[in-house]
């Protein structure tokens, strides 16, 4: 029988004894989806609660979403999920990705794999044709994830999909990360649970494209998201002219900014937003301009398998430290002198991949690296980490509040969330700077969509704490929606073009799937998952209302600037212009905020811990009972 939009099947591997055996995708799609959603009620279902992050019990989880393989959609991403030790305390984490790795899985056969156990010795699966096969990876162990995607691609052939990691993931970096077709890398920590596994690729082939239960209102729809998104490209930094060209995700159907270039050596890399960013400031500093270890620098990552987001914070950090005088070239072995240089880059990025002297340290993350340094260097952190998990500080919710709890609940940086306000703000500042094209927003528009999609007019209002909480809880719903659909939140944003929204987005679940759904179903089912990574969170040792928490600094250190919005101005009440420079997130505020937030989910106020009646109530009964005999649950 046919299940329109699905694989059909979910793939799992115990790489201790080499079982392999199979799910049926049914079980889990209606209430979860796919993508995030799948992933998270697996990993509920397959991992100890006590499972360390390196622990062979521990979970590497891929999986797309009933969207990919269908073209038109802007639907070509996936998921990467399992417990990381990227941060305090470790924690089910993911990473998103595009490229075409999530659809040529599915090509395979599969709308997941799930990853147990560990390999005694190096090993890589190859996935086709019905067929899951151990091979010896000895070879490949050491090398580049380029040397080794190349050396892959070479033997099964340029169809075949490649997932991979570097050295850092083998030496089990925490930031470590995973690469994939198209330059794809999986953040969070994830890379690293690979290297604990010994599993150093997963390749992935077939030809079982999936089927739409409508496929003509697939078209349609497909047709109008076009229109939608026409228009010239914004002009962005990672777009060089003469280096940089235009590279759309496998099956896209839409294209946005992303870019590739190509080397001497025919090699294709990757220029996108943040990626670009880790040397592009430190870069233009040193030369008073343009310098190619810009590009070096997402090299090396990519080539190592480092969190660009944590190397960018770490970056900044350290030359805050050398101009404090707290660090030197001379004790620290980094030519700290010369950031911005490839000499620096290199250096960096090799001494944390194999913990050579002082990147030992920074290989545990900036904030622990900042602790051992002493007081000052850990007050520096403020400048640029975000969070528990050391990544890169660029959407500061002392300015854009609606961010504040989407940072605190979450194990990572929530980037996908984090867009909705930041993103509102930034084409805000277009239309107040007198600029009058696609990417503006009028204050009238900023309050539709505020009224639309974060629950009130108030979300509108930036300088008050006002409904916030209701924003951020309709943000995370809609995101976990469409992170398990799984839809590119370049081209799904939801504060521009209001069309562009969850309605459409329910009408392509229901084209591609059969089910009949409308938006405020899948807003549900957004706000079921992300209650189900809750649940996992929970009885995995996350401490509800105590560990919602900001960075310190937040709370005590007024904010003076953003890169973007060097005034801190924000529309404020009515349609004024606001500032919200030399303010902080007051803790009073912060928790009158969480008791809101906790209300409005249904949780208990006093503790953050989910009751019954809210479980039942999103159709998660089944979970109430392991949660109450953890004592994890309230009536």
């Known amino acids: 029988m046919v299940q329109y939009g699905y694989a059909g099947e979910i793939l799992t591997v115990n790489l201790s004894n ?35 992050a390196f622990s062979p019990e521990n979970c590497l989880i891929c999986a797309s979403g009933p969207a990919a393989g269908f073209t038109g959609f802007a639907s070509s991403r996936w998921l990467v999920c399992g417990k ?22 599915k090509f395979a056969g599969y709308d997941g794999i799930v990853v147990h156990g560990k390999a005694d010795k190096p090993v890589y699966l190859w996935i086709h044709d019905n067929a ?27 169809a075949a999909g490649v997932l991979t990691i570097g050295q850092a993931a083998e030496n089990l970096i925490v930031f470590a990360t995973l690469l994939a077709d198209e330059g794809a890398s999986g953040s969070g920590g994830t890379g690293a649970i690979m290297g604990s596994k010994n599993l150093k690729a997963i390749v992935v082939a077939g030809d079982k494209r999936p089927v739409a239960a409508h496929p003509d209102k697939g078209r349609s729809l497909a047709g109008l998201l076009r229109e939608m998104t026409r228009g010239p490209a914004p002009k962005m930094w990672w777009i060089i002219p003469g280096i940089t060209k235009t590279q759309a995700c496998p099956g896209c159907g839409i294209g946005c900014t992303r870019q590739s270039y190509t080397d001497k050596t025919g090699r294709r890399f990757k220029s996108f937003c943040q990626p670009i960013d880790i040397y592009r400031r430190s870069a233009y500093k040193y030369y008073n301009g343009w310098n190619e270890s810009i590009l070096l620098a997402m090299r090396l990552c990519d080539q190592y398998g480092l969190d660009s987001c944590v190397i960018q914070a770490m970056i900044e950090w350290l030359g805050l430290c050398r101009k404090e005088g707290l660090l030197h070239d001379s004790d620290t072995g980094l030519p700290l002198s010369k950031i911005g240089t490839p000499e620096f880059i290199e250096a960096l990025t090799r001494m ?14 900036t904030i622990k690296a900042a602790e051992s340094v002493g007081k000052r260097a850990g007050e520096l952190i403020s400048y640029s980490v975000m969070n528990r998990s050391n990544e890169v500080k660029d959407y500061d919710p002392r300015v854009t509040l609606h961010n504040a709890l989407c940072i605190a609940t979450e194990p990572r940086r929530p980037v996908q969330q984090i867009h ?8 805000w500042l277009g239309w107040e700077a007198g600029q009058n094209g696609p990417m503006s927003l009028t204050p009238e528009a900023l309050l539709q969509n505020a009224e639309k999609y974060w629950g009130s007019a108030a979300a509108a209002d930036y300088s008050s704490y006002e409904g916030k909480a209701l924003a951020s809880k309709r943000i995370q719903d809609r995101t976990y929606a469409f992170e398990s659909i799984v839809l590119c939140n370049a081209r799904w944003p939801m504060t521009r073009n209001k069309a562009n929204g969850p309605g459409l987005a329910a009408q392509i679940v229901s084209a591609v799937t059969g089910r009949e759904i409308d938006e405020v179903e899948l807003e549900k089912t957004g706000e079921r998952i992300f209650n189900m990574q809750r649940a996992v969170s929970l009885v995995q040792g996350w401490a509800g209302r105590e560990d919602d928490r ?19 101005k924000v529309p404020g009440k009515g349609g004024t212009i606001g500032s919200r420079k030399g303010t902080v997130i007051e ?9 809101e937030y906790y209300v409005l989910r249904g949780w208990d106020k006093s503790s953050g811990l989910q009751t019954k009646a809210g479980l039942e109530s999103l159709d998660l009964g089944d979970i109430a009972g392991e949660l109450s005999k953890k004592g994890l649950i309230k009536r």
């Open 18 to 52: 080499g079982r392999v055996s199979k799910l049926p995708t049914a079980d889990y799609a209606d209430r979860f989806l796919g993508g995030k959603g799948l992933a998270a009620r697996l990993y509920w279902e397959m991992v100890p609660s006590l499972a360390a």
């Open 84 to 105: 990381t030790a990227a941060g305090e305390p470790e924690a089910f984490s993911y990473g998103n990705l595009g490229g075409g790795w999530g659809n040529r899985l």
């Open 132 to 158: 899951v096969e151990f091979r010896d990876a000895s070879h490949l162990w050491g090398k580049t994830s380029f040397e080794s995607f190349d050396a892959l691609k070479a033997e099964h052939g340029a």
């Open 352 to 365: 944390i991949t194999y913990r050579e002297g002082f990147g030992a340290l920074l290989a545990r993350g």
């Open 420 to 427: 909705e306000g930041s993103g509102a703000l930034m084409s």
């Open 550 to 568: 900001l960075l310190d600094f937040y709370h005590k250190e007024p904010i003076q600037y953003l890169r973007y919005d060097r005034e801190c």
């Open 587 to 595: 803790r009073s505020e912060f928790e009158k905020m969480k008791d």
